[in-house]
């Protein structure tokens, strides 16, 4: 239970954390990214403006009241080294589709034969602005057909790369560092919690060690009462009730083991085709006994690694409380083809699992069927005193799958209907 706290308070710390990494450097990342293609737009603008050549005068940035620009040696703004500094060609289209002309006067890395290829290129794309390779291009119309330009940007798009490349390895740095110092002070976060858990399993156990002596004492009055009075009502409760307080402790103590991840428990191969009809055996003459028929479906030759009676115990929970809860005769105005007298076991193999299911019909379906499981929960405290339940076989029984790495669920399989399904791992 502490062990499986801990995992789960690493893992929420590390995908809130990882979560938030994402948004950080996505964010810084696409707006750097947005920067730099925003100021090679307004580059092309004043090319496209001017016929692919940059005017004698080019516009000022805006200033603030002193005359000044208001950024300043922000280079987002078009300044009077931007010629110099912008390698571009151009590359005109007739009105046929055909290349007309090449400027590659402006960039000493392009050839007439790459501009002719990147023109072709962008003109079989079909789109008018985008990237291509390392070039920002912007498509427009003339009077002789089509003006391509391609803006040179390869400095800042590597920059970009490398700000992307750093920010990610800072990011996985961050989480490595977190994950370490979460993992070392986990322990110490969830130990108040480790303590009243076991001061809580101390007391289960101590409590069930004192509970033991009385009931034997009174169980032993009542053997007495009867062999002097005779057989009663009174001594027949008594000895029901003693019954039912057995139970319950034996079923706390047995929770409360289940519940310790260091417990010593030894896994063996036994059939599980065997266990569930073994089990499922005396349950048939039970269910006949209060007008209901028990109906299996196992699956044989099923082998399965782990504690045999502990999931033995599982079966004949999920049995014993689909007997006492299951709609009888009289308690249902539904009677077609017995379907709400009908209580049915299956097993079988589904690829590396084996999967146990228990269905009855029930007079009122639980709002949250899942919580069933939930420790001394009752959905009807009516039938629950009519039964003699506390509230806690399924707990036990989800402690026991969980202890074989498996899982129990319970679902509304039909308006009037419950299943519980055991999905168990196999080798």
Not at 106 to 111: F, K, L, P, R, V
């Amino acid at each position: 239970m502490i062990r499986r706290l801990r995992r789960k308070l690493i893992g929420v710390v590390m995908l809130s954390l990882t979560v938030i990494l994402i948004i950080v450097v996505g964010a810084i990342n696409i707006v750097s990214y947005r920067q730099i293609t925003a100021q090679a737009d307004r580059v092309l603008d004043i090319l496209q403006e001017n016929q692919g050549k940059f005017p004698d005068k080019l516009p000022q940035p805006p200033q603030d009241d002193a005359g000044k620009p208001p950024y300043a040696g922000n280079h987002d703004f078009i300044t009077e080294d931007t010629p110099f500094e912008s390698r571009y060609f151009v590359v005109n289209v007739n009105t046929s589709g055909e290349i007309s002309r090449l400027d590659t006067g402006h960039i000493a890395s392009i050839s007439a034969g790459d501009a002719k290829s990147y023109g072709e290129e962008v003109l079989q794309a079909g789109k008018t602005s985008g990237y291509c390779d390392s070039y920002r291009y912007r498509v427009s119309d003339t009077d002789n057909g089509k003006q391509i330009i391609f803006l040179y940007r390869y400095s800042e798009l590597h920059t970009a790369g490398n700000q992307l490349a750093a920010s990610l390895a800072v990011a996985v740095a961050v989480l490595v560092a977190m994950f370490l110092l979460v993992s070392l002070l986990s322990r110490r976060i969830v130990r108040p919690m480790e303590e009243n858990m076991e001061k809580q399993k101390q007391f289960v156990t101590d409590a069930s060690h004192e509970l033991k002596t009385p009931l034997a004492i009174i169980s032993a009055n009542a053997e007495v009462l009867e062999m002097i009075e005779g057989k009663s009502e009174w001594t027949e409760s008594i000895r029901n009730q003693i019954g039912r307080m057995s139970e319950l402790v034996q079923n706390l103590v047995t929770l409360s083991r289940m519940e310790e991840e260091n417990i010593h428990t030894v896994f063996t191969d036994f059939s599980l085709s065997d266990a569930v009809s073994e089990t499922a055996e005396p349950f048939g003459t039970l269910a006949e006994s209060k007008g209901l028929q028990l109906q299996t479906e196992i699956a044989g030759q099923i082998i399965f690694c782990g504690d045999e009676k502990s999931i033995r115990q599982m079966i004949s929970i999920l049995l014993d409380n689909a007997v006492k809860y299951a709609v009888k005769d009289n308690e249902t105005e539904q009677k077609e083809k017995n379907a709400d007298r009908r209580i049915f076991v299956s097993l079988s193999r589904q690829g590396n699992y084996a999967i146990l299911a228990v269905s009855n019909a029930v007079e009122e379906m639980p709002e949250k069927p899942e919580r069933l499981f939930d420790r001394f929960y009752r959905a009807d405290e009516s039938r629950t005193r009519e039964s003699g339940g506390y509230g806690i076989g399924l707990a036990v029984a989800r402690a026991a799958a969980e202890a074989h790495k498996g899982k129990i669920t319970a679902e509304k399989e039909s308006e009037h209907r419950i299943a519980f399904q055991v999905r168990l791992p196999l080798k």
